[in-house]
Structures are given as structure tokens and as C-alpha cells.
């Protein structure tokens, strides 16, 4: 099963409390290692939450150093819990908009956990489902330009497939999600593993994210047992 969470309206739930709206990065972190506990206890083998849109960065300098510096507390705290639980830590992201450090603390995690397989967390920085073709279509040009001539070009077409074509994308090696919550209400997905999301089902809950308790996450996961799942067969 892959269940993945888009954590929304956080900066509404601190102005309700009249905190400074991005101090609720914090208790948002909290709420993303509670949830992680959760799936690990019910052995949900994929899990993926959307931390950081590429768009997020257009936010203030202020809120961003203040959640860079949540990161680098937090990314290295919990490597001694996962690899203690077997849980593998992967990202998906755009490597070239973070701090250098931010991407080695990441990919240190992401190293030192990568032989484990009791479940995979997937965390998203900086991701943009648009900034992920585009990168994608670098690739496969830089990947393919020498090859390219008219003769053979139609031949290069049509082995473009599903498949192939989803080999290319940061999100493409891991299954499609099973489940999609998304906190306070909002319908829509904002452009994350949509690629992957034919057959998806969702689950939208007015719950800010920092409330998203046991309760919301069973009735997350009952939904996903009453639905009628039959894949356009």
C-alpha cells in the first residue's frame, strides 16, 4: 500500500493560536513523524508527504531559514529511529533549489537507510510536478541528442512509452499511491505524483495538519477499505 499526505493550511492553524504563521513548520514536523509512526505500526510499505512545493520558496526569507534550520534539526534526528526500524528514506526533489547542506543531510539519510525495506518514506523538497517534466525532458534529450538523426527518429518516438517515460520521473520508481489525504478541505492536488494517480483514492478532511490525529488517520485508511476499487476492469 502507498498512502501520501499533503499537509495544508498549517500557517492558518498558528494565526488561529496568534502565532507567527511559520511557526507552525514545527509542529507540522511533529505531526509528519507521529504519521510516520502510525504507518509503521500498521506496515504501510510506501509513505510520501509533500513538505516543500517549489513554489513554497517564493516565501520569505524568514520563514524559509526558519524551516531550513527545523530541517537540519530534524532530518538528523530521526536517522537514529530509522535505521533502528528498518525504515528507508527516500526524496524526490529538485536537487539545484536547496541549500548544499540541506542535500547532504538528505542524502546522508537517504544512504545510510537504503538497504532497509520495512517501509519506504518518501519525503518531497522542492517538488513541482511541472518543474518535473521539464527536468524530465532534459534529461531524456541529454540522454538521447547524439542518437537522434532522421533516420532513426521515428524509431526513438515510438519507443516512448508509458513506462519509459515514467523511468525518467523523480516519483517513477515507486507504485502508484493507493490513498490521497489531504488536510482542510481543499480539492485538488497541486500537481504531486499525478503522473502516478489514475487510480488513486482520496480522502479530503477539514483537519488542519498539526490535528491530524489516530483518528483521522483509520478514518483515512477505512476509506480506503469501503472503496470499490476495480482499475477500469
Known amino acids: 500500500m502507498h498512502i501520501w499526505f499533503i499537509m495544508d493550511w498549517n500557517r492558518?492553524?498558528?494565526?488561529?493560536?496568534?502565532m507567527l504563521k511559520y511557526?507552525?513548520?514545527?509542529?507540522?514536523?511533529?505531526?509528519?513523524?507521529?504519521?510516520?509512526?502510525?504507518?509503521?505500526?500498521?506496515?504501510?510499505?510506501?509513505?510520501?508527504?509533500w513538505a516543500l512545493a517549489k513554489k513554497n520558496l517564493e516565501r520569505s526569507?524568514?520563514?524559509?531559514?526558519?524551516?531550513?534550520?527545523?530541517?537540519?534539526?530534524?532530518?538528523?534526528?530521526?536517522?537514529?529511529?530509522?535505521?533502528?526500524?528498518?525504515?528507508?528514506?527516500?526524496?524526490?526533489?529538485?536537487?539545484?533549489?536547496?541549500?548544499?547542506?540541506?542535500?547532504?543531510?538528505?542524502?546522508?539519510?537517504?544512504?545510510?537507510?537504503?538497504?532497509?525495506?520495512?517501509?519506504?518514506?518518501?519525503?518531497?523538497?522542492?517538488?513541482?510536478?511541472?518543474d518535473e517534466i521539464v527536468r524530465w525532458v532534459k534529461t531524456y534529450l541529454k540522454e538521447n541528442i547524439d542518437k537522434i538523426n532522421p533516420e532513426n527518429i521515428d524509431s526513438i518516438i515510438d519507443n516512448l512509452d508509458e513506462k519509459l517515460f515514467?523511468?525518467?520521473?523523480?516519483?517513477?520508481k515507486y507504485p502508484p499511491p493507493d490513498l490521497i489525504v489531504r488536510t482542510w478541505w481543499d480539492i485538488r492536488l497541486s500537481w504531486y505524483f499525478l503522473y502516478q494517480s489514475e487510480y488513486s483514492e482520496y480522502y479530503f478532511t477539514p483537519t488542519f495538519w498539526p490535528d491530524f490525529d489516530d483518528n483521522e488517520f483509520y478514518k483515512a485508511l477505512d476509506s480506503l477499505k469501503n472503496a470499490k476499487r476495480n482499475f477500469w476492469k
Open 12 to 18: 492558518r492553524w498558528a494565526e488561529k493560536r496568534w
Open 61 to 130: 526569507s524568514e520563514e524559509l531559514n526558519h524551516l531550513f534550520t527545523l530541517l537540519r534539526k530534524k532530518i538528523i534526528s530521526m536517522k537514529k529511529k530509522y535505521i533502528e526500524n528498518w525504515i528507508r528514506f527516500e526524496t524526490v526533489w529538485n536537487l539545484e533549489l536547496l541549500p548544499t547542506d540541506i542535500k547532504e543531510i538528505l542524502l546522508d539519510l537517504q544512504d545510510a537507510t537504503k538497504d532497509w525495506s520495512k517501509i519506504t518514506f518518501i519525503l518531497a523538497m522542492a517538488y513541482g510536478w511541472q
Open 166 to 172: 515514467a523511468n525518467y520521473l523523480d516519483t517513477g
Open 23 to 49: 511557526l507552525w513548520h514545527d509542529k507540522g514536523a511533529d505531526k509528519m513523524e507521529e504519521i510516520v509512526d502510525l504507518c509503521l505500526k500498521e506496515w504501510i510499505e510506501y509513505v510520501s508527504i
